[in-house]
Each structure stands twice: as C-alpha cells, then as structure tokens.
C-alpha cells in the first residue's frame, strides 16, 4: 500500500514515493520479547483498552470545549485513519508498538496537489537516525525491511516515547528500544518454563533397560525382543498393569530419572516483574478486576497514554496558529471508565443535578439507547452561583437597607 506520498504542512517538502529425542536442553529466547506470551497478554491490555479511547478534534476557548470541528482531519480520526484501519485498530497498533519499541511513528500523508490530509499511518522501520542540516532543522531517517529509505522533516513525523529519559530524542535508550532491563527477567522465565516441559517429557521417558545374560543370535535377539513386545502388550491390556515378567536370564537395570520441577512462588515472582514493566496489575492480566483495581490501572497506565496521544497528535497534526486558536486534538476516555451499577446511579444523581450531564449521556453510562430531546440538560435549583449566593440569600432586605439609607 503506497503511503509516502506526501506534502508537509507548508506544502514546501516535496512527496515521497514507496512501493508500497529423550535428551533435554534449553533454546535461548533471543531479543524479541513479543516472543513471550506473557509480554503479548500485557501489551493486548494496555493497547485494547487504549484503543476505546475516542480522538476528537475540538476547539477550546476559556477551558471549556466550544464545538467539535468538522472536516477531513475529524473524519479520520472518528471513523478511517487510512484505507485499511478502524480507528480502533490503529490506536490498538500505535500502543503496541510504542510499547514492544520504546517508540512509535505516526505519517500523516498529504494530498501533494491541494495539502489536504489523506490518512495517518503507523510506520514499521527497522532502524531510524536523526539528522540535523546546517541550519539546524531536525530530519529523521527510515530504514524498512525492504531495504528502501526516507528522510523526512522530523515536524512532518507524529512520535510517541515511552522510557523517554537517557537519549535525547528517542524513548529508551534509542529508536530501537531498550528492552535490556526487562528481556533477563522474560529470559529466566522461559528457561524455567522449559524445565517444566523437559521434566514433562523425561517423566515418560524409558526408566529402565532389560539386560539379557549370555551371548544370543539375531535370531534369539528377535525371539526375545518378540517376547518382550508380547509381555508388554499383555500388562497394558490386563487392566493396566505395570508389570512385566523376566526369566532368570534377564537382569533389569533401573535409569534413575529424577526431573525437578520449579516452585509456584519464583513463577509468579518473575511473571510479576513483567507485568509491572507494563503498567499491569494481576487482576488488569487474568481479566478479574474490581471497580477500584481497573480506576487504578486506568490511572497509572492509560491515562498517561491518553495525555501524550492528545499533546502528540495535537502538535504533529495542527499548525501553531491553529493551537493558539485553542484548536486541539484530544483523545477522551468516556468509554474507559469501569465502575458497578451503584456507582453509575450515584454519579449520575449528582452530576445531573448540577447540570454537567444530558439525560442521554446519562443513559449511555448505564449502556441505554438515546431517547428524543435527551440533549437537555437538568439542574437543580438548590445550588446558585457562589457569587450571587449572598443575593439569593438576604438580596431584598439589602435592597431595603439601600433605600432607607437614601
């Protein structure tokens, strides 16, 4: 699918073209962690529940939201990033990404005639370098599995970080990650899961050899070895006995296989330094949560997440008159929130009570369809404006005092 085919903002870059055995041993598990299935169920959690956020993009004038813009850029972000993604699919893959790399790489790409935002694009690049001109103008270098390359202006790039902290410009310790801190833990806990397995297998290995005392010819040899296949088929079929008769002649000749299995507790030791890398509670993994275990997991790990996605797309999307203008992308997380029916009921109570909250939005927190003229807001008429309280409360006998002292 070509997708460098692209006009920066100000329309001054020209496009880029893409065309589109009963031995046991051990493996070392490498440097890709999304090998581990346990890195794969903690980066699913974060990423799903990262991807019901809703990007919109709105304009803002004294802290409180104006309206909703419309236009190609809301379009995409609402309902197709590009050809082949829901807007859930993309966030699901830009938070896997940022997540497994330490950074994630967004392409905005722009009609080359007319300047206009065509779709956003999750790059895949094997490896990216800086570079700085002369002028001091950021540039930044794809390196794709297909051997082709592309340096664009670095403004034109949406880039998320994660690690952000010991290089200067990528998240980890540079554009491929660092995944050193968590790959020893995820490394000692495949070799112990290959343990189990090998002591699996050598519990139904052979556990003893027959020896036959004398000198036999191939034709005594197959004899035996016939007998033996004879008292073998004869003790599995005689309600599963475990016994097989041998003649004097015969010596057996135990294998002492003894295979060790690892305690319950160091699994779960190092299966917990994993998820805490991530942001992932035991309850977020095994999907049994409470209401005040998903409100802390949301705290801590998505809403970070939320909060660079908006600043992120925000800058790599709007010029800076537009965010002067208080235009803005924001990604909200009204489908994030997880709470019990009581708390739903309560909060709707008091926040409908004080208007911040329309009887539809109130029926979609309890997971109910729109009604017609649910747009309207209530409010209660025991709370006034804090500044007009004293008003309210002895306005007329103020007025009187105010005459009389006329």
């Known amino acids: 699918m070509p997708i460098f085919k692209r006009k920066s903002k100000t329309g001054s870059i020209d496009a880029l073209q893409i065309i589109n055995n009963t031995n046991t041993f051990y493996t070392p598990f490498g440097s890709n962690i999304s090998k581990s299935d346990v890195v794969k169920i903690c980066i699913d959690r974060v990423a799903s529940q990262c991807a019901k956020l809703k990007p919109r993009y709105i304009k803002t004038e004294n802290d409180k939201t104006v309206s909703e813009k419309s236009g190609k850029l809301s379009f995409l972000l609402k309902h197709k990033p590009n050809e082949i993604m829901t807007p859930y699919d993309f966030i699901y893959k830009v938070i896997s990404t940022l997540l497994l790399n330490d950074n994630a790489f967004i392409y905005p790409r722009f009609d080359k005639y007319n300047g206009h935002l065509i779709g956003l ?21 794809f390196l794709f599995e297909n ?71 191939e034709v005594d040899k197959k004899k035996q070895r016939e007998l033996f296949d004879s008292a073998l088929s004869d003790s599995v079929n005689n309600k599963g006995s475990s016994i097989i008769p041998i003649d ?16 319950k507790d160091t699994l779960e030791f190092l299966q917990s330094k994993i998820l805490d890398y991530f942001g992932v509670s035991v309850p977020i993994f095994t999907n049994k949560y409470t209401e005040d275990e998903y409100n802390s997991f949301y705290e801590s790990t998505i809403e970070p997440l939320a909060i660079q996605l908006s600043e992120a797309f925000s800058i790599g999307l709007l010029t800076n008159n537009q965010l002067e203008r208080g235009e803005e992308i924001v990604f909200f997380s009204e489908r994030l929130q997880y709470a019990s029916w009581n708390t739903k009921v309560t909060a709707i109570e008091k926040l409908m009570s004080l208007g911040i909250m329309s009887l539809n939005e109130s029926r979609a927190l309890l997971g109910l369809e729109p009604i017609e003229g649910g747009h309207k807001r209530l409010q209660s008429l025991n709370f006034v ?22």
Do not use: C, W
Request: overall charge negative; charged content about 25%; proline content about 4%.
């Open 248 to 263: 004097l002649k015969s010596e057996y000749i135990p294998l002492d296989v003894d295979p060790k299995l690892i305690d």
């Open 121 to 141: 694009y999750p790059l895949k690049p094997i490896t990216v370098e800086m570079v700085i001109d002369q002028q001091d103008h950021y540039y930044i270098k």
């Open 147 to 217: 051997g082709d390359s592309y340096t664009l202006p670095y403004e034109n790039i949406i880039h998320l970080r994660k690690h952000y902290g010991q290089n200067d410009i990528f998240g980890g310790n540079g554009s491929s990650g660092d995944h050193e801190a968590i790959l020893k833990t995820i490394s000692i806990n495949d070799s112990l899961l290959q343990g189990i397995d090998n002591a699996i297998k050598s519990s139904m290995q052979i556990k003893g050899i027959v020896k036959m005392n004398g000198m036999l010819s």
């Open 385 to 406: 404006d804090a500044d007009k309280a004293n008003l309210y409360q002895v306005g007329k006998k103020e007025e009187e005092d105010h005459e009389s002292n006329d």
